[in-house]
């Protein structure tokens, strides 16, 4: 049983990480994050890279493979959003 919720949380983890490809569409059609808040995904930012180190420290992959996507996808929206910022 536990490998099975080992497997659906890794896989809902993936679809979680790059979820954020939706806001990356949006700010890039929109040409603008006014509406972003870099403050927040900041803080996930932090978030991630504490999950990928703590499963680096336990060698646990279901931990390390969604978190450091989300890492990636999460860096690629605030790139975005500074590049649309307004002003």
Do not use: K
Request: net charge positive; aromatic share 10%.
């Amino acid at each position: 049983m536990t490998d099975v919720l080992a497997a659906a949380a890794a896989t809902w983890g993936i679809l979680m990480a790059v979820s954020p490809v939706l806001q990356i569409r949006r700010i890039v059609m929109r040409r603008s994050a006014a509406d972003v808040s870099l403050g927040y995904l900041g803080v996930l930012q932090v978030g991630f890279g504490l999950w990928v180190a703590y499963g680096l420290a336990l060698q646990n992959y279901v931990l390390v493979v969604p978190n450091t996507l989300a890492m990636l996808v999460g860096a690629g929206t605030v790139a975005a959003a500074w590049r649309y910022r307004a002003g």
